[in-house]
């Protein structure tokens, strides 16, 4: 059970801090209301940092995201009998951790008009809406997460906490560059998890979860997890 409590707990965080920064930014009557997009890649940030170090503390393996798993399942020699456990426990710690913000800013979404702005809060949505740029774009920022974090030696002597730092350097940069075009979900989890919270949650004046939308943030980062990896083994 190691692994998957490892995984479940430390996507939940990811999910709590990271949909939580979502939420106090564009939610109405929040402190955060209106803080912008350095603080939302800032926030996201500290959420991969944070999950990953409690996913490892607890005998996870700090993936948190399907598309990392599958990849070091094809191609780095992760155990293929722990794949479904970790897809699981990464889904199912993402739907909690939504559900958990949605309880923590509840009154917030209710003094919310804003449609689209709601359903930001739990997934992505891109900034101009063309199928075929929108899943180029996840391929890359996907590409870019597996292949440095592949790049990434562990140090010599262990640094403690900060040994989680580096990859939510990573995911800082990735936000800051590759962000703009459709949020950066790089994590089928992330995304896809929440979506399945906002249909079914009872939110106030709530639109469409964007059905239509939803396979991009699940195959880009799957096939840029893939490609990382292959091209990080073969050179």
């Known amino acids: 059970m190691s692994p998957f409590i490892g995984e479940f707990i430390g996507t939940m965080l990811l999910i709590i801090m990271g949909d939580g920064v979502v939420a106090n930014v564009v939610l109405n009557k929040t402190k955060g209301n209106?803080?912008?997009?350095?603080?939302?890649t800032f926030g996201w940030a500290l959420a991969v940092f944070l999950g990953v170090y409690v996913s490892t503390s607890l005998g996870g393996s700090g993936h948190l995201n399907p598309a990392v798993t599958i990849a070091m399942t094809a191609?780095?020699?992760?155990?293929?009998?722990?794949?479904?456990?970790y897809i699981l426990a990464q889904f199912a710690g993402a739907i909690s951790g939504?559900?958990?913000?949605?309880?923590?800013?509840?009154?917030?979404?209710?003094?919310?008009?804003?449609?689209?702005?709601?359903?930001?809060?739990?997934?992505?949505?891109?900034?101009?809406?063309?199928y075929g740029y929108n899943l180029i774009t996840e391929i890359i920022g996907t590409f870019v997460l597996v292949f440095g974090a592949m790049?990434?030696?562990?140090?010599?002597?262990?640094?403690?906490?900060?040994?989680?730092?580096?990859?939510?350097l990573l995911i800082l940069g990735i936000g800051l560059s590759l962000g703009g075009p459709t949020?950066?979900?790089?994590?089928?989890?992330?995304?896809l998890g929440p979506r399945i919270v906002h249909f079914i949650l009872p939110i106030k004046n709530k639109r469409d979860s964007d059905w239509g939308y939803s396979w991009i943030p699940v195959v880009g980062p799957i096939i840029g997890g893939l490609l990382a990896a292959y091209l990080f083994k073969l050179i």
């Open 34 to 40: 209106n803080g912008g997009w350095i603080v939302i």
């Open 75 to 85: 191609f780095d020699n992760f155990d293929s009998k722990l794949l479904p456990v």
């Open 98 to 130: 939504a559900i958990i913000v949605w309880l923590a800013y509840k009154q917030h979404f209710d003094s919310t008009d804003d449609k689209d702005g709601k359903l930001t809060v739990f997934c992505n949505a891109p900034a101009i809406r063309g």
């Open 151 to 168: 790049a990434m030696s562990k140090p010599a002597s262990t640094l403690g906490t900060l040994d989680a730092l580096p990859v939510g």
């Open 183 to 191: 949020g950066y979900a790089i994590n089928p989890a992330r995304d």
